[in-house]
């Protein structure tokens, strides 16, 4: 099994809502990732975990709140968004090799539209 | 700080040609270079990674090169059908470790029948 799963596909909110983005792999990766991609553009990292733990915070504004319950499942609190937070939102994992770098696995993403 | 660039942003082809894709780095001191297909919309498929020290890899119709001391890629796909429309996204590691990925903007690729 090589795959990331994101849920929902599509999400649709307004400025006041709170929702999450939920993001699952059973390949044993260690390592999980949030990138956001708007329109024509590429992906840009926002977090990375390493076994639960975070490590990277790529100066997100606090209205993106990321969480790692487990080593299989990643989540993405959304609160008070803002309609330029509207992107495609991807999820990735790798397992996590010190001094290796691993093949990032990607989820289908989840669509945000913020109204 | 490594940068990323593609070339040609897009690209349109007939089918069964063949074409190369074009991706540079500003930083050689990569560890691998991960080449990734995007349909419309959609999420991102691995379609090859190249250790640093290795030269190329090969899947199918794909193949793709890496020169390390020229901050080069490229993507060759043979015999293009309609199918491989999409957008051709090569990326890099910022860095050793649980690293995130710098990306190109991609070329969008489209194979007419």
């Known amino acids: 099994d090589t795959e990331v799963t994101q849920t929902p596909k599509h999400l649709v909110m307004g400025m006041t809502n709170k929702k999450s983005l939920k993001c699952e792999q059973h390949?044993?990766?260690?390592?999980m990732y949030w990138y956001k991609q708007k329109a024509k553009k590429p992906p840009e990292l926002m977090f990375v975990?390493?076994?639960?733990?975070?490590?990277i915070n790529e100066s997100v504004p606090s209205r993106f709140s990321p969480e790692c319950p487990n080593s299989s499942l990643l989540n993405l609190h959304l609160h008070a968004l803002q309609p330029e937070d509207s992107a495609l939102y991807l999820c990735?994992?790798?397992?996590?090799?010190?001094?290796?770098?691993?093949?990032?696995?990607f989820g289908p993403g989840t669509r945000l539209l913020v109204l | 700080k490594q940068e990323v660039t593609q070339i040609p942003a897009a690209l349109s082809v007939p089918e069964g040609e063949n074409l190369v894709l074009n991706c540079s780095f500003t930083?050689?001191?990569?560890?691998?270079l991960q080449w990734f297909r995007q349909d419309p919309g959609k999420g991102l498929t691995s379609l090859l990674l190249?250790?640093?020290?290795?030269r190329e890899q090969t899947s199918g119709r794909l193949n793709a090169s890496l020169d390390k001391s020229s901050g080069r890629s490229t993507l060759y796909i043979a015999a293009s059908q309609p199918g491989d429309s999409a957008t051709y996204l090569c990326?890099?590691?910022?860095?050793?470790?649980?690293?995130?990925?710098?990306f190109g903007k991609g070329t969008r690729l489209s194979v007419i029948a």
């Open positions: 975990y390493s076994y639960e733990k975070l490590s």
């Open positions: 990326a890099v590691p910022l860095s050793s470790g649980n690293t995130p990925l710098v």
């Open positions: 190249i250790q640093s020290s290795q």
């Open positions: 990735a994992s790798s397992r996590a090799l010190a001094g290796v770098v691993e093949t990032q696995y």
């Open positions: 930083d050689s001191a990569i560890y691998n």
């Open positions: 390949m044993g990766h260690r390592a």
